[in-house]
Structures are given as structure tokens and as C-alpha cells.
């Protein structure tokens, strides 16, 4: 079965009730079984996994594709239970992969490739961040023909500000009571400045809508239903070839998240575990991931962004409060009150 | 047996375990400090988290509500890769919020300042629980906030700590032991020396060995030896003397009388042989007093080696041998005076030996020497002299110049000769540091033994 007919949607940290896997896909037909599961579309990651096998042909690989909570109360289970069927798991939910190493999940390993990762993107030499994917903001290329495209937050706000019914149903950006990658990115905005609240306020202003689905989202922005678009992953529009999508890495800050990596405790395969990981950060593999889009060089020259503006998502244990019922509770109120303040 | 260490090896055996001991307990005390070092520093990260969020807990519609501060994560990540526990529990123990339900962390083993040990997720990890009390219109009790941390960061800072202490002095440890060697090893040198001079020497040898260099103890235990050395070397040279003087002196005496005796069984006429009796009567009682003397020089010579010296005045001993009758006996009639003055002569010696020479020197002078004659002392200076005159020239130079030699008994000294006589006065002269003086003036020949006088004894 190919995963492309599925929905970017799937990728999503979405509520899914039902516990299995979205898509299943083999590579390889070695004697060994290796099995992988991740949040990542099986469609865009193809040929990083097919170089791999075709590197191991001892191998057979099984790649699962999961809704990241239900990838997350699986782990959760087999981790308890002792038992891990995964020999790997890679997901864009890096406060609940965090969660999973807090919780000593996961079997540690260290080589000179991991060591050489900067520490924003490791943790206990457990959790391995391996991709770079900017929270953009996209724009309808032809709406801002010739006009000034907002290049940070503050440029968004005070465009909203000026011409409010330009604007008005026409900004879309992530559910995160729906989506996990919303929430994160949301809860990582209301850490980093005050911005956030002014933001919030301003969307309220112009009704904008909070939506499920980044491929929703890309083609709505791709159609001009919405001129722009909030805290889009970079990497759905790349991946995405709507030539009529711009992207913006705000340059006030940019977040960046970095897929992680991890290798269940007991894990059958661990050997081939960690030749993955060390593959998965060989400049090969990084290359191959920068084409699907996964790994973005977000080059200063291109893009007028200074190191300092690059927020990469820390792998550290201060992601847990992202998980705290409390404080989730509290910030789903703040969004509910400013998108449904009707309700 | 097993063969003894050498000194060397035992002084730097115990050095070494000295220093391993010394090292062992600083190591512990170091690991010790820096344990608690660590237990501060990461207790107050721990305690100031737990504050942060206990801080962070408001009432909202009734019930506690905890908006959790990403600062104490940030404060908890100075321990970047330890694990971390925390949950927030109300008055009844209902659960406010926290990590993960199914870690049940007992906190009731909190200890002082509300720290208790743990495990967490079978990894002994640091906890502590803090108290926030409300009292509040429509909410009042107790909330208790409990944060824990694995102790990664902690064992790390201690090692780190435990290192940084350990290894100057770990470096310190390897000087000392170098210098201690260096140091061991010099100082025992010499003792080498004297080793391997004592395994060569040749077991006859008794010369003394060198001492000049050598540390105060050796130098007083090699005296010792060296004097030891030197005793039985005296009493060897002295037991030699005795033996061959006797051969030699005896010799002659005897062959006369047997040759005698031979005269005497041989003569038949009664008048020669008794003539030939008297002769041999007379040659018998010579060899006698040769053999008085001879006994007398041995043990003059023992004795000087092994009777303690103690103060004696040669006053006595003058007295005491003008007294005895022997010279009437060996010259009767001769005038004999005694000249010793009111005050005591002192010499630290041995009374026999001393006595011993006066009286060869009396007999001497009563033998070769012309009457009268006088037996004195006096103190001259810092010397005590014993002496005895006689009016004669004395003898002629050329047989003064051997007086007192060990063999001096020309034939034509007669069997009473001076020679075993002046032999013993020398050998005490120069057992006791003294020595033998001859001076000839108006008055006659006088022979003099002179010695440093010892101050008077009450």
C-alpha cells in the first residue's frame, strides 16, 4: 500500500482514537526485520529509507506510519509492558518523545556523528533531533504582488492592524486543541515573547480561522481563500509544489523543529537502531532529506536570518510542561476564548 | 629461612604504604566533600524548582490550579541529563497535576528540609516536597509540590569535584614518594659502603675501618666494633708476645740446666758435684725469677687490657714496694730511701700493674745499679712522675738506647738481666698513656715513669 493517497493531515499530531498505524511499507527482503515507526509521511521520507535498505540488503523494513498521540500511548504501553516492538521511532512530537526518555524508554548511544549534534538537538544521548524543519509563514504570492510581504510578526500585526478587512477570514493557521504540531509551535510562541498575545488578539480581530491540516492549509493559501497562513511547517510547503505559495521565516524568530530519533529500551534491533541513526546523520542522508524538504539550510544569505532568530525546539525536559494537563488546559482556554469567544 | 629485606626496601615499603594510607583517606575525604558539594548545590536547583512552581499554584473556581513555569524545567536542566519527577498533589492527596500518575513516589520518607531518597524509574534519583498553604474564601489546605531528579549530575560534579582535589596531590603523592626514595637511598649509602667493605674484609683482618664520614650512629656503632677490633687484636698480640718471649727466654735457662744437671749425675768426685748441685741450684732459682717476671709482664700486659682504671696515688704504690722485703733479699745491706712528698700524687690506673713496674724498676736499680738508692714521686706540672735513682753512671749508651725492649737479653747480660724488667715498666707506661724516662745527672742515673696526673681525688 503507498501512503501517498493519505492526507498530509495523518502527519499530525491528531487525537486519533484508534491506536494502529496509519500505513505500513516494506523495503527490502532480508532476512532481518526491522521495524520503524514514525509520525513522518511515508511519501516524502521514501527515498532517505531506500538508500538505507538498499545499503542493508540483510534487512527488511517495515515502516509504520502513526498518528503521533497514538504512536505516543503505544510507546507509552510497550514501555511499561517491557516488550517494544519498535526498534525505532521517529516523531515530530518531540515534547512527548521527551516525555518517553524522561520516562526511561529509551537505551542510550553515543558516537562521535551524535556527539557533533548541537545540544539543543540531544538529550542524555538518548534523543536524537535529526531534521530541521522552520514554523513559517506562508502567503498567497499573488495577493502580495508588488505589495510588502510581512517578514516578521511584528510586520503581520501592523498589516492586520492597518487594513483589517483585507485581512479579515482570510488568515488561517493550525487547531492546536486538534493538532499537536499547532500546539507545540503554540505553546513554543507563548514561551518566547509577548508577541503571542498581541497575535492572538489581532487573528480574534479578523476572525481567523483555526484549521486542521497543513495540507488543508497549503492549498487554501495555494487558492487564495487565505492570503496567509500562520506557523506552517516549512516542510509541507516545500514538499507540498504549490508554486503560488510564498514562505516568510519571520525574522523576528523563527522556530525550529527537529524531528527526533529514538531507540526503545530492549529494543531487538538496536544494532541496526543506531547504524539507522548514524546513517539518518550522515551528510548523505542529510542531503536527501534536504531535498524532500525535512532538512531546511535556512542559508542567512537567503533569507536575511541571523543564527540568534533560529529557535530550534530544545530536546530538554522543560518540554514537559508542554505536556502538563494544567498548563495545556490553560492554553487551550486562551485559544478557545480568542478564536470562539461566541462559545 | 627467607631472605631478610634489605633496609632499603623496608623503609620505602613502609614510606609507600604510608603515603597509600595518607592517599586513601584523602581520597576519601575528597570524595566525601565533594559529594556533599554537589548534594548543596543540586538540592538547592531541586528545592528552588519546587519553589517555582509552588509559587506558580493559584486558586481558580474553587480548586488549586498550577500553571507550571518553564523556568524551574530550565532551573532543573542545570542537570542537563538527568531525569526529572514532579507532581502536584491537594489537601486529600487528590492528584493536581504531574508527570506521570503511575510513578507512585512516596514521600514519606522525607527527611530534613523535606529531601527523601528515592528510585525513578529504578534509578536512584533526589526528591523534595514542598508545603504551599491556602487559606482562601472558597479553597483552604495544604498543597504539596514533589520534584526529583536523578543523580547523574550530581555523581558527575562529585567525580569532577573528587578529581580536581586529587589530582595535584596525587601528582604531590608521586613527588613525595620520588623524593622519599632519593632521600632513603642517600642516606643509606653509606651503609652500603660499610657493607660491602665488611663482606670483602678478610676475617683475620682486625685494622679498623674508617668512620670519619659516616652519620653519628654508625660512627658509634663502628667505634665500638673498631675498639672490639682492636682489644682482641691486643690480647692476640699479647697472647703471641707471651708465648714466644717464654720460648725464647726459657730456651737457653733450660738446655744450661739440663747440661748441669747431666755434669752433676755425671761427676763422681763428692766435691765437684757438689759444686756442679750448686751451680744448678743457683741457674734454678735464676729461671725462677725469669719465670716470675715472665708471668708477671703477661699479666701486667692482661691486665692493662682488662682491669677498669681507677684513681690510684703512686705515693702508695712507692710505700707500699719500699716496704716489701724483696730487695734485702736481692741486695742485702744496700740503703734504700723513700722520697715522696705531703700531698697525694694522683694517676688513674691499675694499682698492680703500677706496683709491678715500681718493683722492676727497684730490682733493676738494686741489680746493675750502686747504692744508695732512692724510690720517689712527685708531681711535675700537669705529670705525675714514680721513680727510682741509683748513684751509678747507668748504663752505657748504647745498651740504654734498647732498654725496654721485648728482646734485650744479650748474652752478655747475664741471667739476671734488666731487659724483661724495663719490658714490663715500658708496657705499663704505655698502657696507661704514660711513658719511661732516663736521665743521668751528678747525683746518679734515675728512671722515671711518667704519666698525666689526674686531679686529686677527696
Not at chain 1, 36 to 60: C, G, K, N, W, Y
Not at chain 1, 118 to 129: I, N, V
Not at chain 2, 381 to 403: F, H, I, Q
Not at chain 2, 404 to 425: D, M, W
Request: proline letters at 5%.
Amino acid at each position: 500500500m503507498r501512503g501517498t493517497t493519505l492526507s498530509l493531515c495523518a502527519m499530525l499530531w491528531l487525537p486519533v482514537a484508534s491506536p494502529a498505524q496509519e500505513a505500513t511499507e516494506r523495503f527490502g527482503s532480508g532476512d532481518t526485520s526491522f521495524l520503524l515507526r514514525s509520525t513522518t509521511d511515508i511519501a516524502i521520507i521514501r527515498p532517505v529509507i531506500e538508500t538505507f535498505a538498499a545499503a542493508r540488503p540483510d534487512l527488511t523494513i517495515t515502516y509504520e506510519q502513526w498518528g503521533s498521540n497514538a504512536l505516543f500511548g503505544q510507546s507509552r504501553t510497550e514501555c511499561r509492558s517491557g516488550i517494544p516492538e519498535a526498534d525505532a521511532i521517529f516523531s515530530s512530537a518531540v515534547q512527548q518523545m521527551v516525555w518517553l526518555v524522561n520516562a526511561a524508554c529509551a537505551a542510550p548511544y553515543r558516537s562521535a556523528a551524535t556527539l557533533a549534534l548541537p545540544e539543543t538537538r540531544r538529550w542524555r544521548d538518548e534523543l536524537w533531533g535529526i531534521t530541521t524543519e522552520p514554523a513559517v509563514i506562508a502567503y498567497n504570492k499573488a495577493a502580495f504582488d508588488g505589495e510588502k510581504v510581512p517578514r516578521s510578526r511584528f510586520a503581520l500585526l501592523d498589516a492586520i492592524r492597518t487594513d483589517p478587512e483585507t485581512f479579515r477570514d482570510k488568515i488561517a493557521t493550525y487547531d492546536i486543541a486538534a493538532s499537536g504540531l499547532g500546539y507545540l509551535f503554540a505553546f513554543s510562541d507563548s514561551l518566547e515573547a509577548t508577541t503571542f498575545g498581541a497575535l492572538l488578539e489581532s487573528f480574534e480581530r479578523v476572525d481567523a480561522v483555526a484549521t486542521c491540516c497543513s495540507a488543508e492549509i497549503i492549498e487554501g493559501v495555494a487558492e487564495g481563500r487565505y492570503l496567509v497562513a500562520y506557523n506552517v511547517l516549512g516542510s509541507y510547503i516545500a514538499s507540498a509544489e504549490r508554486p503560488e505559495v510564498g514562505m516568510i521565516l519571520p525574522e523576528d524568530y523563527t522556530l525550529v523543529l527537529s524531528r527526533a530519533y529514538m531507540i526503545p529500551k530492549n529494543a531487538r534491533q538496536k544494532s541496526t537502531a543506531t547504524a539507522l541513526l548514524e546513517f539518518l546523520l550522515t551528510a548523505e542522508a542529510q542531503a536527501l532529506l534536504s531535498q524532500v524538504g525535512l532538512v531546511s539550510t535556512m542559508d542567512t544569505a537567503e533569507t536575511g536570518l541571523t543564527p540568534s532568530d533560529r529557535r530550534t525546539i530544545a530536546l530538554s525536559p522543560a518540554l514537559l510542561v508542554a505536556l502538563d494537563g494544567n498548563r495545556r488546559r490553560l492554553l487551550l482556554n486562551f485559544w478557545e476564548d480568542t478564536f470562539h469567544p461566541s462559545r | 629461612m627467607p631472605r631478610p629485606r634489605d633496609l632499603a626496601t623496608r623503609v620505602l615499603v613502609a614510606v609507600l604504604t604510608i603515603l597509600l594510607l595518607g592517599g586513601l583517606l584523602v581520597a576519601a575525604s575528597t570524595w566525601w566533600n565533594g559529594r556533599q558539594a554537589a548534594r548543596q548545590a543540586y538540592d538547592r536547583i531541586l528545592i528552588g524548582a519546587a519553589n517555582d512552581i509552588a509559587e506558580s499554584i493559584r486558586i481558580q473556581d474553587g480548586a488549586p490550579l498550577v500553571v507550571l513555569p518553564v523556568s524551574a524545567f530550565e532551573l532543573l536542566a542545570q542537570a542537563p541529563d538527568d531525569r526529572i519527577f514532579y507532581s502536584v498533589t491537594g489537601p486529600d492527596g487528590t492528584r493536581i497535576t504531574g508527570l506521570d500518575a503511575s510513578l507512585g513516589i512516596d514521600g514519606r520518607a522525607r527527611g530534613e528540609a523535606g529531601f527523601f531518597d528515592a528510585d525513578l524509574n529504578n534509578e536512584p534519583a533526589r526528591f523534595v516536597q514542598v508545603d504551599r498553604r491556602f487559606v482562601e474564601r472558597d479553597f483552604s489546605g495544604t498543597v504539596q509540590v514533589t520534584v526529583g531528579q536523578t543523580l547523574r549530575a550530581r555523581r558527575a560534579m562529585t567525580t569532577d569535584l573528587m578529581l580536581d582535589a586529587l589530582w595535584p596531590m596525587a601528582l604531590a603523592g608521586l613527588a613525595l614518594m620520588l623524593i622519599a626514595w632519593a632521600v632513603v637511598r642517600r642516606a643509606l649509602r653509606p651503609l652500603d659502603a660499610i657493607t660491602d667493605d665488611l663482606a670483602r674484609r678478610d676475617p683475620y683482618d682486625l685494622t679498623a675501618m674508617p668512620i670519619a664520614d659516616l652519620p653519628r650512629e654508625l660512627q658509634v656503632m663502628l667505634g665500638a666494633v673498631n675498639r672490639f677490633m682492636a682489644r682482641l687484636d691486643g690480647q692476640l698480640e699479647a697472647m703471641r708476645n707471651l708465648i714466644s718471649d717464654t720460648a725464647h727466654q726459657l730456651r737457653t735457662p733450660v738446655a744450661a740446666i739440663r747440661v748441669q744437671a747431666e755434669a752433676a749425675v755425671d761427676e763422681s768426685s763428692p766435691d765437684l758435684r757438689s759444686r756442679a748441685l750448686d751451680r744448678l741450684l743457683l741457674r734454678t732459682r735464676s729461671l725462677g725469677t725469669l719465670l716470675d717476671q715472665l708471668l708477671s709482664r703477661a699479666l701486667v700486659v692482661h691486665r692493662t687490657d682488662s682491669a677498669p682504671r681507677v684513681p690510684v696515688d703512686l705515693r702508695e704504690i712507692a710505700l707500699e714496694v719500699a716496704e716489701r722485703d724483696d730487695h734485702a733479699l736481692l741486695a742485702p745491706g744496700v740503703a734504700l730511701s723513700l722520697e715522696i712528698g705531703e700531698d697525694p700524687v694522683m694517676v688513674r690506673a691499675d694499682a698492680f700493674s703500677l706496683g709491678e713496674a715500681a718493683r722492676n724498676l727497684l730490682a733493676n736499680a738494686l741489680r746493675h745499679g750502686e747504692p744508695p738508692i732512692a724510690i720517689g714521686t712527685e708531681r711535675r706540672g700537669p705529670e705525675a712522675v714514680l721513680w727510682v735513682r741509683d748513684s751509678g753512671p747507668g748504663p752505657e749508651p748504647s745498651v740504654m738506647a734498647r732498654l725496654g725492649e721485648r728482646f734485650n737479653r744479650t748474652s752478655g747480660s747475664g741471667e739476671n738481666s734488666a731487659g724483661i724488667g724495663l719490658s714490663i715498666v715500658r708496657a705499663v707506661a704505655s698502657a696507661f698513656d704514660g711513658r719511661m724516662d732516663m736521665t743521668r745527672d751528678d747525683t746518679g742515673f734515675r728512671i722515671a715513669l711518667v704519666f698525666r696526673a689526674e686531679e686529686d681525688h677527696p
